[in-house]
């Protein structure tokens, strides 16, 4: 087995662009190489992710490898020099000891291959829970569930293009990642048929109702509705938030209800933000005209909590054209939207710090790239990774 051969490979695994035939060759190498090419092999591997990682330290490693050795994260003054009387330890230089989590978590390579290198390099227990796992997170796709009338649930991520079922007369269609309830006729003698409609964290979707009315569902949302409307109004509930772009029918009012509010609409374009750990429902108004709970909002006005407020209407719809807006916003409310948007849970262990952002960021890309751009507001990040659940979470260093 020569090292060079296998050396290209490092920058594949690092990427996430090794097939399954290259990941299988470069476990079999590790294992079976001397101690010496499969340190150089990882320290190039190691090399690769230190230029595209989010943050390299390794917080309270208990090595005293580690402690020893010296090393300048960015963003943070030299340390001190030793202090008198002591010697300076040796440096060897095992810089990719904070990766091998990487590895394992990627292949499933086995820990023969950690007590193979060293125990004392890397206790098996500490791998997932206390290293920097260097591996970047892709923005939400169109993920969804849909679940009929009758229970029936399907996954719309994986269905294939074209008619899905049949409800009162309504098909149900799946078009580039959009559901259309094509048909407008009710049967007189039935009843109504309700279906929802939920994104998971990490999801978004668009759906067409049969009326016409076009809603954007963001991550972490969900709508119910029926699959046509035969009454008086044509009534939904939301959760999460939702955009609509309501069809007009003067005589059949379209009805939103989200959490205690009641939104009444003819035909208009609005925002609902209506996620319970964010507060108040929130209704911004775009265009057209709307009452809530009594109350009429004029375009570019919100209600919040019973009050009719103005509103940044660039902020509110953001997410609706792709971005993210985070004029004035706290670093709570910026990373609750990066914790659904990219489906990771967020740690404190230092408490919150105070900062406020501004500005604006393009949904559509990666973690890490949205996490170095908030790192210019002296907020630090660590992506983990759990290797069991595979749960990932962002930890604020501040």
């Not at 049967?187 to 964290?201: C, E, H, L, R, W």
Request: cysteine-free; aromatic content about 8%; overall charge negative.
């Amino acid at each position: 087995m020569k090292l060079e051969n296998y050396l290209p490979l490092a920058r594949k695994l690092a990427y996430r662009t090794y097939s399954e035939e290259e990941l299988a060759s470069v476990i079999t190498f590790l294992e079976k190489a001397d101690r010496e090419d499969a340190e150089v092999f990882l320290d190039e591997y190691a090399r690769i992710v230190e230029s595209m990682s989010i943050d390299t330290t390794v917080p309270d490693l208990p090595l005293s490898l580690m402690k020893t050795e010296r090393r300048r994260t960015p963003g943070r003054a030299e340390r001190g020099p030793l202090r008198q009387g002591r010697t300076a330890p040796r440096k060897k230089k095992y810089r990719w000891i904070p990766y091998v989590a990487g590895i394992i978590l990627v292949g499933g390579l086995s820990y023969a291959l950690v007590d193979r290198l060293g125990r004392d390099v890397m206790p098996a227990e500490k791998v997932a829970t206390e290293v920097t796992v260097p591996i970047d997170i892709p923005p939400a796709a169109n993920r969804a569930t849909l679940t009929l009338a009758n229970g029936d649930v399907i996954v719309l991520d994986s269905a294939s293009d074209g008619q899905l079922a049949v409800q009162q007369g309504t098909r149900i269609l799946k078009e580039a990642d959009r559901i259309i309830y094509e048909g407008n006729q009710a049967q007189a003698d039935a009843g109504v048929a309700f279906n929802v409609m939920s994104t998971p964290k990490g999801g978004q979707y668009t759906l067409m109702l049969s009326d016409g009315t076009r809603i954007w569902l963001n991550a972490a949302s969900s709508i119910t509705y029926p699959s046509v409307f035969n009454g008086q109004e044509r009534r939904v509930r939301v959760t999460g938030e939702v955009y609509f772009e309501v069809a007009r029918r003067d005589r059949q009012p379209f009805v939103v209800e989200a959490g205690n509010d009641r939104i009444t609409v003819l035909g208009t374009m609005f925002n609902v933000r209506a996620y319970t750990e964010e507060g108040p429902v929130k209704t911004s108004l775009v265009e057209g005209s709307v009452r809530i709970n009594e109350q009429l909002l004029k375009p570019g006005e919100a209600y919040v909590a019973g009050e009719v407020v103005e509103t940044s209407l660039e902020q509110d719809i953001a997410w609706r054209n792709g971005f993210f807006h985070f004029d004035g916003m706290d670093l709570q409310m910026v990373m609750r939207e990066i914790g659904r948007w990219y489906d990771v849970r967020i740690a404190y262990p230092n408490g919150v710090p105070k900062i406020e952002f501004g500005g604006e960021l393009q949904r559509n890309l990666d973690l890490g790239q949205i996490l170095k751009a908030l790192e210019k507001s002296n907020v630090r990040f660590r992506i983990e990774i759990e290797r069991e659940s595979e749960e990932k979470t962002i930890v604020v260093l501040n």
